[in-house]
T-cell receptor
Framework: SQKIEQNSEALNIQEGKTATLTCNYT??????LQWYRQDPGRGPVFLLL?????KEKRKERLKVTFDTTLKQSLFHITASQPADSATYLC?????????FGKGTRLHILP | EAQVTQNPRYLITVTGKKLTVTCSQN?????MSWYRQDPGLGLRQIYY???????DKGDVPEGYKVSRKEKRNFPLILESPSPNQTSLYFC?????????????FGQGTRLTVV
């Protein structure tokens, strides 16, 4: 069955650099893929949605790519700031359900 | 303000004592769901509902019940809680099924069963 893997549990990035997070899936390409941000003890907050036929989506300092050949989505935060420190989750649909990756904890070091 | 409201935020209960966690949304969304989040396991879907009186199991439904009598409310019921249901619970809603629309999450309910 469809599975999601996010590349690492934690990622440390120096302030001002670009943070790149990876989301891989195993089976069929989903029609949509989403990215969420979650702060400790809080509910996830929607960031970006990318469709199967879109290669790239941008929103301010955020960029998401979707490569159906590699079965991978990349999430980039440019000019990273300490306030970007959080856990980032990717999500995709599977049989009318939505499944989430376990997330990557991003730490932006001042 | 568009929001999903869960109550209570924190709950400590004893094994076997029935409890209900309420969830309400003010966006007229059709799709609602419940998740639990555990360290190392991520968010896992418990139940979801595509509309009033339509509910279906997610990945981890055992030990839980839900109902959808009104569009805005989607309570999660634990008939006989056990310690393995200690977790952080989230309710979410969206205007569509699947991922073609964003999901709005509640602020979470931290449940401890002793």
């Amino acid at each position: 069955s469809q599975k999601i893997e996010q590349n690492s549990e934690a990622l440390n990035i120096q302030e001002g650099k670009t943070a790149t997070l990876t989301c891989n899936y195993t089976n069929y390409s989903p029609a949509y893929l989403q990215w969420y941000r979650q702060d400790p003890g809080r509910g996830p907050v929607f960031l970006l949605l990318i469709r199967e036929n879109e290669k790239e989506k941008r929103k301010e300092r955020l960029k998401v790519t979707f490569d159906t050949t590699l079965k991978q989505s990349l999430f980039h935060i440019t000019a990273s700031q300490p306030a970007d420190s959080a856990t980032y989750l990717c999500a995709l649909d599977r049989d009318d359900k939505i499944i989430f990756g376990k997330g990557t904890r991003l730490h932006i070091l001042p | 303000e568009a929001q999903v409201t869960q109550n209570p935020r924190y709950l400590i209960t004893v094994t076997g004592k029935k409890l209900t966690v309420t969830c309400s949304q003010n966006m007229n969304h059709e799709y609602m769901s419940w998740y639990r989040q555990d360290p190392g396991l991520g968010l896992r879907q418990i139940y979801y509902s595509m509309n009033v009186e339509v509910t279906d199991k997610g990945d981890v439904p055992e030990g839980y019940k839900v109902s959808r009598k009104e569009k805005r409310n989607f309570p999660l019921i634990l008939e006989s809680p056990s310690p393995n249901q200690t977790s952080l619970y989230f309710c979410a809603s969206s205007s569509g099924l699947g991922l073609n629309t964003e999901a709005f999450f509640g602020q979470g309910t931290r449940l401890t069963v002793v």
